[in-house]
Nanobody, 117 residues
Framework: VQFVESGGGLVQPGGSLRLSCAASGFTFSNYDMTWYRQTPGKERELVARILYDGSRTSYPDFVKGRFTISRDNAKNTVYLQMNNLKSEDTAVYYC???????????WGQGTQVTVSS
């Protein structure tokens, strides 16, 4: 199993980024996918999830209306469009399979998102 996250960077408050996660080593189209984020000293937290077929998405209140998760099963890739970014969105972002909990113990290297003026 492998997850390769990309697309992070430095952005000003109010800006946008689009993250990508290329997955391999399992049947991607059979799995729900989830984006998480983590900051030093804090637990990893869920920020978006999508059903295996893309028919349903779910977001916590703190990103609802700003983040959009999508997927391309032909490319084994899940995306996270992040708009109106805030300083508190600064974190390393990861993806994993699963809806209620990570399906795999393995995590990729993540992609750093820094929101700062």
């Amino acid at each position: 199993v492998q997850f390769v996250e990309s697309g992070g960077g430095l952005v000003q408050p109010g800006g946008s980024l689009r993250l990508s996660c290329a997955a391999s080593g399992f049947t991607f189209s059979n799995y729900d996918m989830t984006w998480y984020r983590q900051t030093p000293g804090k637990e990893r937290e869920l920020v978006a999830r999508i059903l295996y077929d893309g028919s349903r998405t779910s977001y916590p209140d703190f990103v609802k209306g700003r983040f959009t998760i999508s997927r391309d099963n032909a490319k084994n890739t899940v995306y996270l469009q992040m708009n109106n970014l805030k300083s508190e969105d600064t974190a390393v972002y990861y993806c994993n399979a699963g809806w209620f909990r990570p399906a795999y113990e393995y995590w990729g290297q993540g992609t750093q998102v820094t929101v700062s003026s």
